[in-house]
């Protein structure tokens, strides 16, 4: 599994094109030419463009599921509402779709953040205050998140 480096900026032009950034293409080398998909994120207002390998990864947990048990099919079928595959053209762009650029709120300024085995796709003055920390408060609430979800883990 491939865990991805690095933030990038780039513009959506009116078709819901952008460029694919040079440094992501590196670090993915082969895997760029099987394509990606794209996806609503749960958790944040932006979405998540997964490589193929990282796609199979990420659907065999949604496979394990007993869709028989009613919160399971209702879970996955919002999970996989809006997903789309997308391939870079011969300009190396992907393509946004109309409804997944309305659910992340994109606008013409977008950000690309790796996160882990995926690439956060957010609209460029909502990721500036998602990550910002405008209060020592803010501050500390990601220290005790950090503490609470990282402080379990043995060190050694």
């Given at each position: 599994?491939?865990?991805?480096?690095?933030?990038?900026?780039?513009k959506?032009?009116?078709?819901?094109?952008?460029?694919f950034?040079?440094?992501?293409?590196?670090?993915l080398?082969?895997?760029?030419?099987?394509?990606?998909?794209l996806k609503?994120?749960?958790?944040?207002?932006?979405?998540?463009?997964?490589?193929?390998?990282?796609?199979?990864?990420?659907?065999?947990?949604?496979?394990?599921?007993?869709l028989f048990?009613?919160?399971?099919?209702?879970f996955?079928?919002?999970?996989?509402?809006g997903?789309?595959?997308v391939?870079?053209?011969?300009?190396?762009?992907?393509?946004?779709?109309?409804?997944?650029m309305?659910?992340?709120g994109l606008s013409?300024?977008?950000?690309?953040?790796?996160?882990?085995?995926k690439?956060?796709?957010?609209?460029?003055?909502?990721?500036e205050?998602?990550?910002?920390?405008?209060?020592?408060?803010?501050?500390?609430d990601?220290?005790?998140?950090?503490?609470e979800?990282?402080g379990?883990?043995?060190?050694e």
């Amino acid at each position: 599994m491939i865990n991805l480096i690095g933030q990038a900026e780039s513009k959506l032009d009116t078709k819901g094109r952008f460029l694919f950034p040079a440094k992501y293409k590196g670090q993915l080398k082969e895997l760029v030419n099987e394509g990606f998909v794209l996806k609503r994120s749960i958790y944040k207002k932006c979405l998540e463009l997964f490589t193929m390998e990282g796609w199979k990864s990420e659907s065999a947990i949604l496979n394990k599921l007993n869709l028989f048990k009613r919160k399971n099919a209702i879970f996955v079928t919002k999970f996989m509402a809006g997903v789309r595959l997308v391939e870079l053209d011969n300009a190396g762009r992907l393509l946004v779709s109309k409804d997944l650029m309305q659910y992340g709120g994109l606008s013409k300024n977008i950000v690309l953040t790796s996160v882990k085995n995926k690439i956060e796709i957010w609209d460029k003055e909502a990721y500036e205050i998602f990550v910002a920390f405008e209060t020592e408060q803010e501050q500390e609430d990601l220290a005790n998140l950090a503490e609470e979800v990282l402080g379990n883990f043995d060190n050694e």
